[in-house]
């Protein structure tokens, strides 16, 4: 809305003058018998003024996204942070008392902000006071709820429709003020130091009981909404030690939206640990380390526990890359240089495969090594079937023997250089590979138990020039869960839904939005 013209402000004062407004306010606030009048006349007068165009809500979306990305915080976005401000405004509400919600913006004040759960979200309210400034006639609370709003779209996330017209308490005094204790605690009823022969820890079943009754069910969530508003939530940001003392991330990308929690809830190894686990440090994984006496779930295991899997369990084949992209090095060591980086579901020949340490590595035909399953456990390629050996022009890097047959006799040398080999076949053993160089000058071992693999298939983009490309080798992600997360996996029935979830993100996404608007709009009289 632009500004008024002089006219349209004469003929509005004319019409209504401020006196009647109020009188009109005032009279409404005595027939709702509301035990806070006050909150009702100003509830009444922001709505008229949100009504009339006071506020324009499409410029304030637009001063949020332009302030949500912050290379200096955290993961580079404010947005986490605004998801929990609003969650946390809103997680309050009981319909018996009718207190609490996100209406009121009671966490302005000390008597809701001094609640634990709380801790670090001075710094969300505080990102967001500049736009209350040059918005003032836009609320607290609906400032709060329209931030996260705007960051859950722009992160891919579900598009929510907003309702304005939460009005804000004029102080801590007013009746709808919630007492503190109503929002979950990620450990309630957990028996420190404790874990069943499964490794969930002592007192779940309760902390699953807090989470249903006394914290969702409270306000009228059902099991799916529950596990849709948690999994969507914690799809974003991360745990601040200095301020709850849990430590990480839940996911590996937490400024976008995805499924990937509930992908990786159900499909990694989770263990509970503490600030004694050091041994986290010395995996690179310090960020998982949580302080005071809180426990959580990583997904690395301790090294002396990762076992070295059976190399014959793999033999050499075609694998699929079942990871997001794997590393092809130079050599089978992991120090080694990175050569490639094939993606999802990219088709390799493995001609060899090794066991080094706890890691399972392959050789591919065309050159360089990748890890069929990483030192730390993780699988990152699944076999899809044989060999599929291909004829075409293959590099040797130096003399090579050349043979009557495959495993015939040494005829000659075959120099270092490309050749073109017309049939590449596996041996009579099924173990060493034979190819017949074109032209009849002999057969070649291009895989045999004396000289291992001598030869590399050739292809184009790929292995056919010298390039400079560097490939980067982002860290492994350190991943972690609440024990109020893992309850999802350990209750049979949040269980089924996370699942679905970790199959199907379209349900979930359309799940989260739909629970996520009805929890900002609890006990908003809109
Ligand atoms: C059982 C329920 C839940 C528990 C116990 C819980 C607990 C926590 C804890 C302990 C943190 C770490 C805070 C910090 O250290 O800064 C956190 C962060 C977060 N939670 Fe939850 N949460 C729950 C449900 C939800 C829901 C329903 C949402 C949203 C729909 C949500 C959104 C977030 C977000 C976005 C963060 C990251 C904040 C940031 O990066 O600063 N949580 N939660």
Not at 208 to 214: P, V
């Amino acid at each position: 809305m632009g500004a008024k013209t002089k006219a349209e402000v004469v003929e509005y004062a004319s019409k209504h003058t401020i006196e009647e407004k109020l009188t009109a306010a005032v009279n409404e606030a005595i027939l709702s018998n509301s035990p806070d009048p006050l909150g009702v006349i100003a509830a009444i007068l922001q709505r008229e003024s949100a009504a009339r165009g006071a506020v324009d809500y499409d410029l304030v979306r637009n001063e949020i996204k332009s302030l949500l990305e912050n290379q200096l915080w955290d993961d580079g976005s404010l947005g986490p942070k605004f998801v929990r401000l609003a969650w946390h405004s809103s997680g309050t509400w009981d319909p018996v008392t009718k207190t609490g919600g996100s209406n009121g913006a009671g966490m302005r004040f000390e008597a809701e902000r001094s609640d634990p759960e709380n801790n670090g979200l001075m710094e969300g309210q505080a990102f967001l006071e500049p736009i209350k400034k040059k918005f003032p006639g836009i609320s607290y609370s609906d400032l709060w709820v329209l931030a996260a709003y705007v960051f859950i779209e722009q992160s891919g996330g579900p598009a929510m429709e907003f309702t304005p017209g939460r009005v804000d308490h004029a102080d801590e005094n007013a009746p709808a003020m919630p007492p503190i204790g109503r929002l979950p605690a990620a450990e309630k009823y957990i028996v420190k130091g404790q874990q069943d022969e499964q490794g969930r820890a002592m007192g779940w079943e309760k902390l699953a009981m807090h989470i249903r009754d006394e914290v969702f069910g409270r306000m009228g969530f059902t099991d799916r909404e529950t596990v849709a508003l948690i999994t969507g939530g914690h799809v974003y940001g991360r745990c601040h030690p200095q301020d709850t003392g849990y430590a990480g991330a839940w996911v590996e990308e937490p400024t976008k939206w995805s499924n990937e929690y509930a992908a990786d809830m159900v499909g990694d190894d989770w263990r509970l640990v503490t600030k004694e686990d050091t041994w986290l440090e010395s995996i690179g994984a310090k960020e998982l380390i949580p302080s005071g006496d809180k426990q959580q779930y990583v997904n690395r295991k301790k090294p002396d526990e990762i076992e070295a899997p059976d190399a014959t369990q793999f033999l050499p084949g075609k694998y699929k890359v079942c990871s997001g992209f794997v590393n092809v090095r130079k050599e089978p060591d992991v120090k080694s240089d990175i050569i490639g980086q094939p993606q999802r579901d990219e088709c390799l020949n493995l001609v060899a495969v090794k066991l080094f340490g706890t890691a399972v590595r392959g050789r591919l035909d065309t050159s360089g090594w990748v890890s069929i399953i990483a030192s730390g456990g993780k699988v990152l390629f699944e076999r899809e079937g044989d060999l599929e050996l291909q004829p075409g022009t293959y590099r040797t890097a130096g003399e090579c023997d050349l043979h009557s047959s495959a495993g015939g006799d040494k005829t000659g040398k075959l120099p270092a250089g490309d050749h073109k080999l017309a049939s590449v076949a596996l041996g009579a053993d099924g173990r060493a590979i034979w190819a017949e160089v074109e032209g009849g000058a002999g057969w070649l071992a291009v895989l045999s138990e004396e000289n291992g693999v001598v030869a590399d298939r050739i292809v184009e983009g790929f292995n056919d020039k010298q390039t400079d490309k560097e490939f980067e080798d982002p860290p492994a992600p350190n991943q972690m869960m609440l024990v109020s997360d893992m309850v999802l996996a350990w209750d049979p029935e949040y269980r089924k839904v996370i699942e679905e979830y970790a199959e199907n993100e379209e349900a979930l996404t359309s799940d989260f939005g739909a629970a996520f608007k009805k929890l900002t709009e609890l006990g908003c009289n809109f």
